[in-house]
């Protein structure tokens, strides 16, 4: 009798219909998560973009030349003299603090180095010291604690470090909170797997990790904070992006081989210095500006500094839309197209670095305006100041009568492109250990 009942058209016809309900009201619940989220983090945006004017320096010729007085005054010819070791600093922000035997129980004396646009950039200065202990990246909504999602989720203040070597495997998008130090001083730390997203947030300092290997991931469920987690989209593969943040600095970082950008800065992001990295075996470098329709992106200041360019490059070291970028003492060994480009009329101040062009005849000018008539970008301030050029590089220099016109005589010299091998040569990941100097 039960199975009769089971199996009349009546009961069938229940079945069909109490499914179709559940059908819908799932589907329901995922649009309103999703119009949820999307205004959680239009909300963020929002107040980043707030903070990221307020971040904004109405001068930025005076930051540049504060960069290259401290520069200057940090690396007289005794201080760049050939490594003997067991350790020496050749640039401002590494004398702040590389060669201390007691780095490892003052940690937090790296957030007095950072020079440049994010100069006021603390991290987790304000917190206390986190330990991932636990390698894992299981949990996306409830992470375990002693895991590096665990402490980036957090809505304190925090200075992470590491136990010991590890390859941290992402299986998404890694969503960093405001005021946070990822420190990987003290250990070989691999962050593979996914992308690092600073995204809404302020004072974010990432030192000291190799980051490689990152893909695309189909997004889902995510928290981002202690108390928030939403349903995310696709993620692109980049290394590390940044949207609608400030305060950031990268330094120390070795990174390779990601599916999309290397460091993509987007959406308004500014106050940020990227320094002492080693970039290699990448196509898209770094872009900063995806649309030629954000103009939030001018209000964009960057300082790239120090930093060696290595094997296998192609393009975009970095690529620039409307903001403002200095580009000062790096190392330029490979391009295979071009090393610095942009459109939307960025200024690019490029001082004292080193650029030596492939043996490529077609690819010996080191900048490209991507898709922009002569007659447009003549009047983009695009400068070389102090810039080696090698093996046929040339510099195509632009700038005429605008509102962002400036003379050579605005700008203090940066350290001269000779020295950039000395300024470079400890960029990418250090082997620090405690006990002695980095």
């Excluded at 004017?53 to 010819?77: E, G, H, Q």
């Excluded at 050939?82 to 201390?100: E, H, Q, S």
């Excluded at 990268?250 to 002492?276: F, K, P, R």
């Excluded at 329709?293 to 290595?310: L, R």
């Amino acid at each position: 009798m039960v199975g009769q009942i089971v199996g009349s058209p009546l009961c069938i016809l229940f079945y069909v219909l109490a499914v179709a309900t559940v059908t819908a009201a799932a589907a329901a619940a995922t649009y309103n998560a999703t119009t949820a989220d999307e205004e959680y983090w239009e909300k963020r945006a929002e107040e980043a973009r707030s903070y990221s004017r307020a971040a904004y320096v109405s001068d930025p010729v005076a930051t540049l030349n504060r960069f290259n007085t401290d520069v200057l005054r940090a690396t007289t010819r005794r201080s760049l003299a050939k490594y003997k070791g067991p350790c020496m600093a050749t640039n401002p922000i590494d004398r702040c603090w590389r060669c201390r035997d007691d780095w490892a129980t003052d940690r937090k004396r790296l957030a007095q180095c950072v020079s440049g646009f994010g100069h006021r950039t603390v991290g987790g200065g304000a917190g206390k010291i986190y330990v991932v202990t636990n390698a894992s990246d299981d949990e996306m909504i409830m992470p375990r604690k002693g895991t590096l999602r665990y402490g980036v989720v957090q809505d304190r203040p925090l200075w992470i470090v590491f136990a010991r070597d590890m390859v941290v495997k992402l299986r998404q998008e890694l969503i960093v909170n405001h005021n946070k130090t990822i420190d990987g001083r003290g250990a070989q730390v691999h962050i593979t797997g996914a992308q690092i997203t600073v995204q809404g947030v302020q004072q974010v300092i990432i030192h000291n990790v190799h980051i490689h290997h990152s893909v695309q991931h189909s997004g889902g469920m995510i928290r981002d904070s202690k108390r928030h987690y939403g349903l995310r989209t696709r993620s692109d593969g980049d290394g590390i992006s940044i949207m609608s943040s400030s305060n950031i600095w990268i330094d120390h970082v070795s990174m390779w081989n990601c599916s999309d950008g290397l460091i993509d800065v987007v959406n308004g992001s500014t106050a940020i210095t990227i320094s002492n990295s080693h970039f290699t075996k990448h196509d898209h470098v770094m872009l900063f500006g995806a649309s030629n329709t954000n103009p939030q992106d001018k209000y964009m200041q960057i300082t790239v500094a120090f930093n060696h360019f290595g094997k296998g490059l192609v393009q975009r070291m970095p690529r620039c839309r409307f903001g403002f970028f200095h580009v000062v003492n790096n190392d330029y060994t490979h391009w295979l197209m071009y090393a610095i480009g942009g459109n939307q009329n960025p200024t690019i101040i490029s001082q004292g670095n080193r650029f030596i062009a492939p043996d490529d005849v077609n690819a010996k000018e080191v900048t490209k305006r991507e898709y922009t008539p002569y007659s447009e970008y003549k009047d983009w301030v695009w400068k070389s100041q102090g810039d080696v050029t090698m093996n046929g590089a040339f510099f195509n220099e632009s700038g005429g009568r605008n509102e962002r016109s400036y003379d050579h005589l605005d700008f203090i010299p940066a350290k001269h492109g000779k020295y950039v091998g000395q300024l470079t040569q400890f960029a990418g990941t250090l082997n620090c250990r405690v006990g002695i100097p980095c």
